[in-house]
């Protein structure tokens, strides 16, 4: 290399960017790029991909109500997990947002905690929980509330449940960053005006944690619809999300094929959603 | 009721609820822990006898301790590599005049938008056609691509609070770049470094939407062997394995709070 190019390298940035670019264009972009005529090849069953090409598994995931109910499951999922993390998120983020305990820095340890432990471990928990002779069912029958135990895993309740636990901490981290922000005399200058405090809350505090309450819900959605781990071990192989079926395809089925062209969906919506919420976020931040 | 009276029912109603929820996020810790010391050959809690058969067994089973260790080994490798490299994007991107910098940092960051097991399986396409499937390698760069977004994130962060002008006093007055780097912009980058090599270490160490996809035959993550432990049905030694991390877990945080003040990262 000439001491020139060089010295322009050292100039512009790039000999220090090269080498994590080097590495994102060979370990993340190339393998995805390789995916793509992997999704437009046809499937033989017993042998793999076949020659030519074709959109059928695009269509299927599409068309077919066997897909088309694993994809409204998943999202489905996507959706209440998030409500349900906004709803007990909210609450305590405000809690920790404005509180004057000493405590408070553990508190917020409290919340990282979970975040910090194994996924599998977190998981396993509420397997522990869920399970027919589980604590949730044996408190609920010992209460006399069910007679009989009640069908907590391989459902969507279940997913439900277990995957509100271990997304809420994400919303409650980015919650409390917005309210801690907000600036408290508009509200002294509600209440001072007159305003009770409901009226406070729902006129001025919600609409100022909007951008937040936006973050914070994507952030969940697309965790929640991108999760493997969780949605395997407690949905079994039986009942499927979106991201357990690529699973499925890739290492039980061989149906690569099919699996890469339902990657490539589930990357339509997390990366869609992603870019469309910062766009919003944009003008957000430009009309405020 | 005065107004004043009804202020205090509601803050306290409010930290009533906090404290719910807070014991709802810790309530799966406490049951796993719990059901590590039942006597049963079952999940029971809470436990029936007091034992601790299962960590006898989980301690000594070769396979759990040598995913351990190999689960280390990775992650500590996957952690000085992406500082380092997350160091050198973050410098770049706050301190030269990068051509279509957007673009660059935000093709740093993108891997945090896909999801894991689209990666996972895009790798094993990739690494069966050149034979990186089941290398140490293999699993590094993997793991590498993972954990850059947060190490340059939390570095690129730390480098507005860094003062390019004496750096650069540094340099005139005779240091080479590297010392002058050394010297100057390092200590005060230096917590920005331990909080995104927290991240990644913990993302390397926790991960298996990619790596179950990666692994081969050859190597075996302590997360994914208990992935499939509980695949083929859970019993007690699971817990005693997960008590083990959750003892873990917690030392390790409570160090990086006193290090580096973890919470304000988070």
């Known amino acids: 290399m000439s001491t020139r190019l060089a010295r322009r390298l050292e100039r512009n940035g790039l000999g220090l960017l090269s080498p994590p670019l080097v590495l994102l264009l060979l370990v993340f972009l190339l393998p995805l790029l390789a995916m793509v005529p992997t999704s437009l090849h046809p499937y033989i069953p017993g042998k793999g991909i076949g020659e030519g090409f074709t959109a059928e598994h695009y269509v299927k995931a599409l068309t077919d109500t066997y897909y088309l109910e694993i994809i409204g499951r998943t999202l489905a999922l996507g959706l209440i997990v998030t409500l349900i993390c906004l709803a007990l998120g909210y609450p305590l983020a405000f809690f920790l947002a404005r509180t004057q305990s000493r405590w408070r820095p553990w508190l917020m340890l409290l919340v990282v905690f979970p975040l910090l432990l194994n996924l599998v471990v977190r998981t396993f928990g509420w397997i522990a929980l869920l399970a027919n002779r589980g604590l949730v069912n044996d408190t609920l029958v010992a209460l006399g509330i069910v007679e009989t135990p009640v069908k907590l895993l391989f459902n969507f309740s279940g997913l439900l449940i277990a995957l509100s636990h271990i997304f809420l901490p994400f919303m409650v981290l980015v919650l409390v960053g917005v309210i801690r922000n907000l600036p408290r005399d508009v509200e002294d200058a509600a209440r001072t005006l007159g305003a009770g405090w409901a009226t406070t809350f729902l006129r001025v505090t919600l609409p100022l944690s909007l951008p937040g309450i936006l973050a914070g819900s994507i952030l969940v959605f697309v965790l929640t619809v991108s999760a493997l781990v969780t949605p395997r071990l407690l949905g079994g192989p039986t009942y499927k999300v979106m991201s357990t079926l690529i699973y499925d395809q890739f290492l039980q089925l061989l149906n690569w094929p099919a699996g890469a062209a339902l990657s490539f969906i589930l990357t339509a919506i997390a990366v869609g959603l992603i870019s469309l919420s910062s766009a919003v976020a944009r003008r957000l931040g430009a009309g405020a | ?266």
């Open chain 2, 1 to 266: 009721m005065s107004a004043r009276a009804a202020e205090r029912w509601r803050a306290r109603g409010l930290a009533a609820f906090a404290g719910l929820i807070l014991a709802f996020l810790m309530l799966p810790v406490v049951v796993v822990v719990l059901a590590s010391f039942t006597s049963t050959s079952y999940l029971t809690i809470p436990p029936k006898g007091l034992t601790l058969r299962w960590y006898e067994a989980v301690f000594s089973d070769r396979e759990y301790i040598d995913a351990l260790w190999f689960s280390l080994l990775l992650a500590i490798v996957v952690t000085a590599v992406s500082i380092v490299l997350g160091t050198m994007a973050a410098y770049a991107l706050s301190r030269r005049q990068v051509p279509a910098a957007p673009a660059i940092s935000g093709l740093l960051m993108s891997p945090l938008a896909f999801p894991g097991v689209v990666i996972g399986v895009a790798l094993l396409q990739y690494y069966s056609l050149t034979g990186l499937r089941g290398s140490f390698i293999g699993l590094l760069l993997a793991h590498l691509v993972i954990t850059l977004p947060y190490t340059v994130r939390t570095i690129l962060a730390s480098m507005a609070g860094a003062d390019p002008e004496i750096e650069a006093a540094a340099r005139v007055l005779g240091a080479n770049p590297w010392v002058a780097f050394w010297k100057a912009t390092l200590p005060v980058i230096r917590p920005g470094m331990m909080a995104g090599g927290l991240f990644a270490f913990i993302t390397s160490f926790d991960n298996v939407p990619v790596t179950i996809f990666i692994l081969g035959t050859r190597h075996m993550t302590l997360p994914v062997k208990i992935f499939t432990a509980i695949e083929y049905g859970v019993d007690p030694s699971i817990a005693a394995l997960s008590t083990v991390l959750i003892a873990g877990t917690a030392i390790f945080l409570v160090l990086a709070e006193r290090w580096v003040g973890f919470h304000r990262f988070a």
